[in-house]
């Protein structure tokens, strides 16, 4: 049932995300310059999350599993701007698609470290 869960929550969240990339306009108060690139590197934060939350029930090797992790959430990030492309008001933008991989290459490491670190403590503890 988990991986059940794990597909459908990214799923989920992929089309939400798909979703609001739809939309012609998202009213979002601006309080500084360049505030969406942290909305992107928020939100593929989150995917790169629940990515490799999917994809470690399949993947053992924490290399491998990071590798396919990015490449989900970096694709899904072009694919993403390609379709803003289409959406009147909006436009693909290479700065958002490298937005989106830094914020998952943050979650990708941030879970690494925090297996390594798990690791070390149940070794020594």
């Known amino acids: 049932m988990n991986k059940l869960n794990n597909i459908t929550v990214l799923t989920l969240y992929c ?14 108060p601006m ?14 934060f989150i995917m790169g999350m629940l990515t490799w939350r999917f994809f470690k029930d399949y993947i053992t ?5 990071s590798i ?3 490449c989900f959430c970096s694709i899904y990030g072009l694919s993403d701007e390609w379709h803003q492309s289409f959406v009147p008001g909006r436009y693909a ?3 958002d698609w490298l937005a989106d991989t830094l914020g998952a290459t943050i979650a990708i490491i941030s879970l690494y470290l925090t297996k390594i ?8 503890g």
């Open 93 to 95: 933008d290479i700065m």
């Open 15 to 28: 089309l939400l995300i798909f979703w609001l990339s739809s939309r012609s306009v998202i009213s979002t």
């Open 31 to 44: 309080f500084f310059e360049h505030q969406d690139k942290v909305h992107h590197i928020g939100a593929y």
């Open 68 to 70: 396919v992790t990015l």
């Open 61 to 65: 090797s924490t290399m491998k599993l």
């Open 117 to 124: 670190k798990l690791k070390t403590k149940g070794q020594t």
